[in-house]
T-cell receptor, first 113, second 113 residues
């Protein structure tokens, strides 16, 4: 069953504010991924993390692979209206389970102009 | 254009009537997956395939079947659909290990009465 806990479940912010969300697991993952889903679309990969402690940026987005390998964080700086959507974390264990991907419940982000 | 296609996009059916949702990708990807998306639960992996004739269970495989006879196609079969399988279904594909970008199809919205 579901093993990733993502928080917060939803956020309502003003344009220009920074956003933080996180994902925690009861077990270790070898890869952490962050996706964004726009209404009516499939998710799109934002950032991939492969090593504990890794910090990776993609424009205004920054994500970190937690030291314990059981958590990950996503920050969005200076939010804009097009940041609206659902953000998902996902984890992969690797090895013989390389194809298996577990998602968090998602964070619904609303940005007020 | 690189894409993942799913058919049908919308389907209303009745309990017990077998159905198949098709998925096809034109990127010569090895990995393909099926997910279901339900409010508050995020995406949950149903089945995945690492190559032709190689499939494995995801987190919620009960009530579903898959096959991978050709590299480009990965149909999802519901032998006897039930109302709790009402959901939004996504097919996805990606290349060999190390290529994290997973391409999602447009989704199939299924209602089982």
């Amino acid at each position: 069953g579901q093993q990733l806990n993502q928080s917060p479940q939803s956020m309502f912010i003003q344009e220009g504010e920074d956003v933080s969300m996180n994902c925690t697991s009861s077990s270790i993952f070898n890869t952490w991924l962050w996706y964004k889903q726009d209404p009516g679309e499939g998710p799109v990969l934002l950032i991939a993390l492969y090593k504990a402690g890794e910090l990776t940026s993609n424009g205004r987005l920054t994500a970190q692979f937690g030291i314990t390998r059981k958590d990950s964080f996503l920050n969005i700086s200076a939010s804009i209206p097009s940041d609206v959507g659902i953000y998902f974390c996902a984890g992969r264990r690797g090895g013989t389970s390389y194809g298996k991907l577990t998602f968090g419940q998602g964070t619904i982000l609303t940005v007020h102009p | 254009e690189a894409q993942v296609t799913q058919n049908p996009r919308y389907l209303i059916t009745v309990t017990g009537k077998k159905l198949t949702v098709t998925c096809s990708q034109n990127m010569n990807h090895e990995y393909m997956s099926w997910y279901r998306q339900d409010p508050g639960l995020g995406l949950r992996q149903i089945y995945y395939s690492m190559n032709v004739e190689v499939t494995d269970k995801g987190d919620v495989p009960e009530g579903y079947k898959v096959s991978r006879k050709e590299k480009r196609n990965f149909p999802l079969i519901l032998e006897s659909p039930s109302p709790n399988q009402t959901s939004l279904y996504f097919c996805a594909s990606r290349g060999t290990s190390g290529q994290e970008t997973q391409y999602f199809g447009p989704g199939t919205r299924l209602l089982v009465l």
